[in-house]
């Protein structure tokens, strides 16, 4: 028998989809991607998009924590996590990628590194912006702390910038992060958002930043080379920390 042919370790396709697309959609060329992907066939993926207003869960998603089941329709993502929201204006970025190779700083066969990985591609997107993201240790995402006015008074609360959820099948990788480049952050309200009541949304808009979509989409494909390319520093990922995830039951990422 033949062997099927493989696809070098290169660079990901990256791909923008145009418009917005419907979820479900989504949800299928991802899995024709990663079945393509874990047989050699097709290249490692990067797809950005935007989607209609909608609601997602992953699978620790509390009935509870939909608060407006009629506002928006609702999807069952099979990611890790909970109640995540997408919608224009919000850069969702579809991560496929097989897991038994390296890539960059990130070793493979290493999914607590990968999550770590993506947090840390975020958190060099919005550094172009000069925005701080930072991680919060039982909480997913990337957060960013209130502001310091010129009087030395906090301005704001600490609120989500960026959400995380993932799936991994048989080693390959699919779903990914979501920016919030200028959504409406009203449409928030019909959630929890991961479970966290205490804290809210943002995004570069509310912050003040007037950023574009293809703005936001070329600082995330430069903080990508930083992370995930081929110059990256291997190694740079500290496995017991990346593991450390607590358990507010908000994992954000699933096998399967």
Not at 17 to 28: E, H
Not at 44 to 61: I, K
Not at 143 to 152: H, M
Request: glycine share 12%; proline share 8%; net charge positive.
């Amino acid at each position: 028998m033949q062997d099927t042919p493989s696809i070098a370790a290169t660079t990901p396709e990256w791909r923008i989809a145009d418009g917005l697309t419907l979820y479900p959609n989504a949800l299928a060329l991802m899995r024709d991607r990663v079945a393509a992907i874990r047989a050699g066939i097709a290249p490692e993926l990067v797809w950005l998009v935007e989607h209609p207003p909608l609601y997602s869960a992953g699978t620790s998603a509390k009935p509870q924590d939909l608060t407006d089941p009629a506002r928006f329709p609702t999807f069952a993502a099979g990611r890790g996590g909970q109640w995540t929201y997408h919608g224009p204006g919000q850069r969702t970025a579809y991560v496929m990628l097989d897991l038994t190779r390296p890539h960059g700083s990130v070793p493979p066969r290493d999914i607590g590194c990968f999550v770590h990985g993506l947090e840390e591609w975020l958190i060099r997107t919005l550094a172009r912006f000069n925005v701080r993201g930072e991680r919060r240790h039982g909480r997913i995402g990337i957060w960013v702390a209130p502001r310091v006015t010129p009087g030395g008074r906090l301005s704001g609360t600490e609120a989500k910038i960026g959400a995380i959820g993932v799936r991994v099948s048989r080693w390959v990788s699919w779903h990914g992060v979501a920016l919030n480049v200028e959504p409406d952050l009203s449409h928030f309200d019909g959630i929890v958002p991961c479970g966290i009541r205490q804290h809210g949304v943002t995004s570069l808009a509310a912050l003040g930043i007037p950023v574009g979509m293809a703005e936001a989409d070329a600082a995330l494909r430069a903080a990508w080379d930083e992370v995930f390319g081929v110059d990256a520093r291997a190694g740079e990922c500290v496995t017991a920390a990346c593991k450390s995830r607590s358990g507010n039951g908000c994992d954000p990422w699933r096998p399967g």
